[in-house]
């Protein structure tokens, strides 16, 4: 999703690693560039629950009053989707 990265749009993960260290360590193997959140912190509510995640990873493209339009597993079909939500944005002059 290189060509994206000067679009208005935001790659947002929500691990499911039991510790802090652990999701860091994946963020580090892995070289992933985008803000990833703790699914489960003490005493709070688990994100994925708030979001009715039921599979890791589900991918969740919203627009921008915060709408899903696609939730599922595909990254391209995500993608396809992210795209169509940039072009509408464009033509319309948002």
């Given at each position: 999703m290189e060509e994206l990265k000067d679009e208005p749009f935001a790659l947002i993960g929500v691990n499911s690693d039991r510790s802090v260290e652990v999701a860091k360590a994946a963020i580090?193997?892995?070289?992933?560039?985008?803000?990833?959140?703790?699914?489960?912190?003490?005493?709070?509510s688990e994100?994925?629950?708030d979001?009715?995640?039921e599979a890791w990873p589900t991918i969740l493209v919203l627009d921008k009053e915060m709408k899903i339009r696609y939730r599922g597993h595909g990254g391209e079909e995500a993608t396809v989707v992210?795209?169509?939500l940039l072009a509408s944005m464009k033509s319309?002059?948002?």
């Open positions: 580090e193997k892995n070289g992933l560039n985008w803000r990833s959140f703790q699914n489960s912190v003490e005493g709070k994100i994925s629950a979001w009715c995640i992210a795209r169509e319309s002059g948002e």
